[in-house]
């Protein structure tokens, strides 16, 4: 499984843009990334799943570059409620059997504040 | 919501007891995962069961082992609690595949002394 690193923590304001990098420099050419999010005491949620160039869906953008050693999350205009732990995973996608079997690192502690 | 129910949402054993948790998964999925969290980190993969049988395992010893049954419902099963032992145990459903989202349920909340 390919290694990821991420910032430990982030602060921003309510509003801003928030950009979280993510590197993985060993990943695979069957590797996807996916970003996770966690709020305390709570299961992790499914935010956003790339494979290259840009994805975008209702909450977030993924942002990856051509060579796939590293990936943005981009949240736009954040609020409160984005105070989260985010997660950044890389995994097989064509990993035999049943689901995946990701193991998360120790995720971007993200602090919102007014 | 994700649909994935975890029960108990709390519990306090004593080391050297065993505990039962379980899990049902979200309607029409087929693959079951239990990651164990420790305070402050991320969570690490257990294991798998895929249609009633163990597919993948990470780094945990024996003691640590499960059941899926024909209903894809889960149980964890930790024999020989130690205190290190500790920690939020989630359960996760998903369809088979390598990239299928995981759908998390909220955890139970293990307290061991």
């Known amino acids: 499984l390919a290694k990821t690193t991420q910032p430990i923590s982030m602060d921003s304001y309510e509003g801003q843009e928030v950009n979280i990098t993510c590197s993985h420099n060993?990943?695979?050419?069957?590797?996807?990334i996916t970003w996770y999010q966690q709020f305390p005491s709570q299961g992790p949620r499914f935010i956003i799943q790339g494979y290259k160039t840009k994805v975008t869906n209702e909450v977030a953008s993924l942002f990856i570059p051509a060579d796939r050693k590293s990936s943005t999350l981009s949240l736009p205009r954040v609020s409160l409620s984005d105070t989260a732990v985010y997660y950044c995973?890389?995994?097989?996608?064509?990993?035999?059997?049943?689901?995946?079997?990701?193991?998360f690192g120790t995720g971007t502690q993200l602090k919102v504040e007014l | 919501e994700t649909g994935v129910t975890q029960s108990p949402t709390h519990l306090i054993k004593t080391r050297g007891q065993q505990v039962t948790l379980r899990c049902s998964s979200q309607s029409g999925h087929n693959t079951v995962s239990w990651y164990q969290q420790a305070l402050g980190q991320g969570p690490q993969f257990i294991f798998q069961?895929?249609?009633?049988?163990?597919?993948g395992r990470g780094n945990f010893p024996p003691r640590f082992s499960g059941l899926q049954f024909p209903n894809y419902s889960s149980e964890l099963n930790v024999n020989a609690l130690e205190l290190d032992d500790s920690a939020l145990y989630l359960c996760?459903?998903?369809?088979?595949?390598?990239?299928?989202?995981?759908?998390f349920g909220s955890g139970t909340q293990l307290s061991v002394l």
């Open positions: 995973l890389v995994g097989d996608m064509n990993e035999a059997g049943g689901g995946n079997k990701l193991t």
């Open positions: 069961y895929y249609r009633e049988e163990e597919n």
């Open positions: 060993n990943i695979a050419t069957n590797d996807y």
């Open positions: 996760a459903s998903s369809l088979p595949g390598g990239n299928e989202k995981l759908f």
